[in-house]
C-alpha cells in the first residue's frame, strides 16, 4: 500500500487533477471581435470580490494547517498571485476525518428527518443565490473561465442541483420485498458514512455540488480536496453552508496537493471516494482505496469525445455546435468534443466555416463583457497545449487557424483548428484539455462509429444530423456515457453523467448518483401470526 499511495502523491501533486443581460457593471461596452490579442494586451480588470476565506474548513471552524504552511494560488490572466491558502498534509487529513467520522456516528446529521436535511441544503440554495455576484467572481478570478459563463451558466446550476438534491433527501427509501419462507422482508438505505471527495480545477463549484450534493442529501458527512489551483470559491460556499445550519464536522475542506488526495484515498476511516480527474490519476485512487479498506470509489475522468457531423447537417448549426463543443471552458472540459468527425461530402466547406469562427472568436480578460475565452488555468497546462499543437503540426495535420499564445502576461492560447487530422496523430488519440480542434474527414456511419470508438476513452459524444434512423443507430452504437443529438453540453440536475471504458466508473447527477452514497441492508423478521393463515 505504501507504494500505491506515494505512486499516487505524485500524481496528485501534478496538474493531471482537472444569454442573460445580467452584467456587471464595471464591464464597458464593446469587443474588439478581430483582434483577440489586443483584448489580451489591456490592463487585467480589477475583481469585484475580495478574498475571505483562505484557511482550512474542519469541524465547522477556519483553521490553519498543523504544519502552518501556505501555498498560492494564482490569477491565470496574470500569474500573479491572488492569495496565500493554507495547505493541508496528512496531519490535517487525519483531523478532517475524525470530525467528520465524530459528525456522522454521534452527530445530528444522519440522525435528523431527511425533511430536516432538505430545508438546510434550500436555505443553502437561497444563501448562495444572494451571493451568486461574489462567487462568478471569484470562480472567474480564480480559474480564468469568463465571467458570463460563471454568472449566467454555472452560479444558476450551482443553486438547480442542490435544490435538486433537498428535493431528494427525503425521497430515499427502502422497499418490502416478498419471500418464500413465513419472513417478513425490507430493506434500508443507509448512508454510507464519512465520504472523501476529490474535485477538479475546471469546474470548481460545479463539481462541488456534484459531488457534495448526493452525499448530503442522503446522509452522509464529507472531506472534500478541492484542486490546488482553485481552492477559493469551495472554502466560501462551505462558510455559506454553515451559515444556514449545516452541523460542525458535516461539510469539512481542506486544500493541499497530492499528499492530501494520497491520505484520503488510503485512509481507514474514510467510507468512500470519489474523484474527479485525470485517468492515470484515476487508476492509483482505485489502488489506494482497494489496498486499505477496499472502500467503494466513484471515478469521473478523462474524455476525448467524438462529434459526429453528418452530410445532411446545416453545416453553419453545426459549425457553431462544434465550435461550442470543443472550445467551451477554454477547451478544459473532459467532455469535449475535440475529435470532430465530418462527412467527405461537407468537409471542405466545415472547415473553411470552422476557421472562420475559431478566428472571430473573442479572447482576452474574462471579467470583459463579450468575451468567450479567458486564460488557460496555469503555466503547465498552458505549456502542455502548446506542445500538443507543435506535435499537430510536425505530424503533418494542417494548421488552419491559432497555434500559438497570445499576449506576453498569462496564460492564454488562440483558439486552433486542424484539418487533414489521422486517428494515429497524439492530437487526435490524446485528451489536450485546451482550445484545439481535430477535424477527421469520414465517408459512411459504419466507418466514423469505428473510429469514434476506438478509443480507451467513453465519456460523451456528438451527433448532428437531420436523419432519425442515423442518429438512433449511431447513438447506440457508441460506447460512451453520454450522447448528445443535435446538442452539447446540456448537463441538466437530472441527466446522469459518466463514462464507459477508461472514462471512469459510476454516475454522477440525476437519481443514479445517489447510489454512490447508499448502501442497502436487508432486515428479516420471522412471522408468528400471518394474517393469511
Known amino acids: ?28 461596452n464593446g469587443v474588439k471581435r478581430f ?32 504544519s502552518g504552511k501556505t501555498f ?55 444563501l448562495l443565490e444572494k451571493h451568486s455576484d461574489e462567487l462568478a467572481a471569484l470562480e472567474t478570478w480564480d480559474n480564468g473561465k469568463p465571467y458570463e459563463q460563471a454568472a449566467n451558466e454555472e452560479i444558476p446550476m450551482l443553486i438547480r442541483l442542490f435544490r435538486y438534491y433537498a428535493g431528494w433527501a427525503d425521497k430515499i427509501h427502502g422497499l418490502t420485498a416478498p419471500a418464500d419462507s413465513l419472513h417478513h422482508v425490507q430493506t434500508l438505505h443507509e448512508p454510507i458514512g464519512v465520504a472523501g471527495q476529490i474535485i477538479p480545477w475546471n469546474f470548481p463549484l460545479l463539481m462541488f455540488a456534484w459531488k457534495v450534493g448526493p452525499a448530503l442529501a442522503c446522509g ?24 444556514v445550519g449545516l452541523p460542525p464536522g458535516v461539510l469539512n475542506v481542506i486544500p493541499g496537493f497530492g499528499s492530501v488526495g494520497a491520505a484520503l484515498a488510503s485512509h481507514m476511516d ?116 502548446l506542445k500538443y499543437i507543435k506535435s499537430g503540426t510536425e505530424s503533418g495535420a494542417t494548421l488552419e487557424s491559432g497555434g500559438e499564445k497570445l499576449g ?3 496564460f492564454y492560447v488562440q483558439p486552433t483548428v486542424f484539418s487533414n487530422v489521422e486517428d494515429t496523430m497524439l492530437i487526435a488519440k490524446d485528451e489536450i484539455f485546451g482550445p484545439v480542434q481535430s477535424l477527421l474527414k469520414f465517408k459512411d456511419v459504419e466507418e466514423v462509429i469505428r473510429r469514434a470508438n476506438s478509443s480507451h476513452y467513453g465519456l460523451a459524444a456528438g451527433v448532428f444530423t437531420q436523419n432519425i434512423d442515423a442518429a438512433n443507430r ?11 443529438v443535435n446538442c452539447f453540453n446540456i448537463f441538466d440536475a437530472a441527466i446522469p453523467f459518466g463514462g464507459y471504458k477508461m472514462s471512469g466508473h459510476g454516475r454522477e447527477k440525476g437519481v443514479y448518483s445517489l447510489n454512490n452514497y447508499l448502501q442497502v441492508k436487508a432486515v428479516v423478521t420471522p412471522l408468528k401470526n400471518p394474517a393469511w393463515l
Open 474 to 484: 449511431i447513438s447506440r452504437a457508441l460506447r460512451v456515457g453520454t450522447v448528445w
Open 72 to 126: 498560492p494560488t494564482f490569477d491565470p490572466r496574470t500569474g500573479e498571485t491572488i492569495t496565500m491558502v493554507a495547505q493541508a498534509d496528512t496531519e490535517d487529513v487525519n483531523r478532517a476525518v475524525s470530525a467528520a467520522r465524530k459528525a456522522f456516528d454521534e452527530g445530528p446529521w444522519p440522525k435528523m428527518t431527511a425533511y430536516e436535511r432538505s430545508c438546510i441544503m434550500l436555505r443553502f440554495a437561497e
Open 35 to 66: 483582434c483577440s490579442s489586443a483584448m489580451v494586451h489591456e490592463e487585467p480588470i480589477t475583481p469585484p470580490v475580495d478574498v475571505k476565506y483562505n484557511q482550512l474548513l474542519i469541524n465547522g471552524q477556519f483553521v490553519d494547517a498543523a
Open 220 to 243: 452522509n458527512t464529507v472531506v472534500l480536496k478541492p484542486a490546488e489551483q482553485t481552492p477559493l470559491s469551495a472554502l466560501y460556499v462551505s462558510k455559506l453552508f454553515h451559515e
Open 408 to 410: 506576453s502576461k498569462g
Open 1 to 28: 500500500m505504501a507504494m500505491a499511495t506515494q505512486r499516487l502523491f505524485s500524481l496528485l501533486h501534478s496538474s493531471s487533477l482537472r444569454s442573460s443581460s445580467k452584467y456587471p457593471k464595471y464591464w464597458k
Open 270 to 385: 474514510v467510507d468512500k471516494l470519489a474523484f474527479t480527474g485525470s485517468t492515470e490519476t484515476g487508476k492509483s485512487v482505485l489502488s489506494a482505496a482497494a489496498e486499505s479498506n477496499l472502500k467503494p470509489v466513484t471515478l469521473e475522468l478523462g474524455g476525448k469525445s467524438p462529434f459526429i457531423i453528418c452530410e445532411d447537417a446545416d453545416i453553419d448549426k453545426a459549425v457553431e455546435l462544434a465550435h461550442s463543443a470543443v472550445f467551451f471552458n477554454q477547451g478544459q472540459c473532459c467532455c469535449a468534443g475535440s475529435r470532430t468527425f465530418v462527412h467527405e461530402r461537407v468537409y471542405d466547406e466545415f472547415v473553411e466555416k470552422a476557421k472562420a469562427r475559431a478566428l472571430k472568436r473573442v479572447v482576452g480578460d474574462p471579467f470583459k463583457k463579450g468575451v468567450e475565452q479567458g486564460p488557460q488555468i496555469d503555466n503547465e497546462q498552458f505549456e502542455k497545449i
